[in-house]
């Protein structure tokens, strides 16, 4: 498969995850938030869908909406189970 028809395929892609995401957060209050243990999974569903489930280590007030989507964005998107 040559580049200009795989990246028309993730464009697809990616316009099919954009139509459906389910986006679970899941702090802890009165701990102290560190981003270096938190996790993230990513995982396309069946239908299409993205199901992101994040585990942010500590309360996550101290951080941005800007850095936990690049910290959920850094993390790649497993095939569907």
């Known amino acids: 498969m040559n580049l200009k028809a795989r990246l028309q ?3 697809r892609h990616h ?3 954009e139509r459906g995401r389910f986006r679970m ?3 802890q ?3 102290p938030f ?3 243990k938190a996790t993230c999974t990513r995982t396309l569903m069946p239908d299409g869908g993205l199901m ?7 309360s996550g007030q101290d951080l941005s909406d800007e850095e936990l989507e690049r ?4 993390h790649p ?3 569907p189970r």
Do not use: P, R, T
């Open 29 to 31: 209050a009165g701990k």
């Open 52 to 58: 992101e489930i994040v585990n942010v280590d500590g």
């Open 77 to 79: 998107i497993e095939g």
């Open 25 to 27: 957060i899941v702090s």
């Open 9 to 11: 395929k993730l464009e």
């Open 34 to 36: 560190d981003l270096a």
């Open 15 to 17: 316009s099919d995850i």
């Open 71 to 74: 910290f959920i964005q850094s």
